[in-house]
């Protein structure tokens, strides 16, 4: 899987685009395209860096995603167990709040 222009739009667009594939069992996930939007071209970190930085730090090594539902289609999510703690990871890619049952197996 490889991730490229959504951070475009904004950072939910970029991890929401990602989300799928990592609770579908991704093994591996490339980010390019990444300057300016992940790391400027001057080594600093980028607007959408800290974000993608959460996501990568909460998602590695957890081994594999569980099923994750939601009854909100604008609700973007991917969960992970890791011993006792589980780690969520939500996007709303809507403009507006939205309220969501999120089901996990």
């Known amino acids: 899987f490889t ?24 093994e591996k996930m ?23 930085k959460r996501l990568i730090d909460y998602s590695k090594g957890k081994g594999a995603a569980l099923r994750v539902e939601t ?13 006792t703690d589980l780690h969520v990871h939500l996007c709303n890619v809507d403009s507006s709040t939205r309220t969501m049952n999120i089901n996990l197996e």
């Open 3 to 26: 991730e490229t222009t959504l951070y475009g739009f904004s950072t939910a667009s970029g991890i929401a685009h990602m989300l799928p594939a990592i609770s579908a069992g991704i």
């Open 30 to 52: 490339i980010i390019y395209q990444a300057v300016p939007r992940v790391i400027r071209d001057d080594g600093s970190d980028g607007q959408h860096y800290a974000a993608t």
């Open 71 to 83: 009854d909100n289609e604008n609700g973007i999510i991917a969960a992970f167990k890791d011993g």
